[in-house]
């Protein structure tokens, strides 16, 4: 997936800003851990700054738009860890290992290099938000590309699985995450921060439904009942794997 991220990478950091609730859930879920390797680490959104972060990134347009100050970034596959055994005390992954091309090795890898806990935030390809009642493809690309939860525990061993519900006015701007504002899917800007636009095709026909259906007030209509909802379950899931050989902490 680096060639992707290289030529969308121009407006990421602007398009993906970490959101701050999020990023709250995911630097608790790592605990005491100091030294924290961040996997598929992009433009750095979500690195805890009380930390030692070391970054791995397999897109150097990525690497490139990280911000001064960050953490440092090697150019590396997931798959492929230039690290010893045990080398961290935690390890973080956002929305990313979906684009591994092998994601149980990269799974793998990870926990190889990592002594406690790893902490993972992915969306269960169950999950239909209601995007996909205008855009099934997301559907299919969904089950296509994003691991179940089988994947994780084969790879990881125990874990657990929390609903990470998404804010109605979140910052980040992620596949899902305009849920409650509608609006924002008919933007190509707001679209071209997600990697999942640039895969699908023919999206216009679906796109035009929902804008038929927005004008109408047909959309408000049908999805009354998350109008009002300040959050919402969109399928993403938080994901914490223990020490090496122990179940997560409950």
């Not at 010893?84 to 929305?95: C, P, Y």
């Not at 209601?130 to 590309?145: C, F, K, M, S, V």
């Not at 636009?197 to 038929?212: E, Q, S, T, W």
Request: aromatic share 8%; with cysteine.
């Amino acid at each position: 997936m680096p060639a992707l991220y290289d030529s969308i990478g121009a407006g990421y950091e602007t398009l993906r800003q970490p959101d701050p609730r999020i990023g709250a859930r995911l630097h608790s879920a790592l605990g005491p851990a100091r030294r924290v390797l961040n996997v598929g680490a992009g433009t750095g959104n979500y690195e805890p700054s009380d930390r030692s972060i070391v970054a791995v990134e397999p897109s150097a347009r990525m690497i490139q738009r990280r911000p001064p100050g960050s953490a440092p970034a090697i150019q590396a596959s997931a798959a492929a860890l230039p690290f010893a055994d045990g080398a961290f005390d935690a390890a973080l992954a956002v929305l990313t290992i979906h684009h591994c091309p092998d994601p149980l090795a990269g799974l793998r890898e990870v926990r190889r290099v990592t002594r406690g806990r790893i902490v993972i935030l992915t969306f269960d390809p169950a999950a239909r938000p209601w995007l996909t009642d205008y855009l099934p493809g997301l559907a299919a690309l969904d089950e296509a590309q994003m691991p179940p939860l089988e994947v994780y525990r084969a790879a990881l061993g125990p874990i657990r699985v929390e609903p990470l519900l998404t804010p109605h006015d979140c910052v980040d701007g992620f596949l899902y995450a305009y849920w409650r504002r509608p609006h924002a899917y008919l933007d190509p800007r707001i679209r071209s921060g997600s990697s999942s636009f640039h895969a699908l095709k023919d999206i216009d026909a679906g796109l035009g439904r929902l804008k038929a259906d927005l004008d109408s007030g047909d959309w408000q209509g049908r999805y009354a009942d998350i109008n009002g909802l300040e959050e919402y379950d969109a399928g993403y899931r938080l994901l914490v794997a223990g020490p090496r050989g122990d179940p997560p902490d409950r």
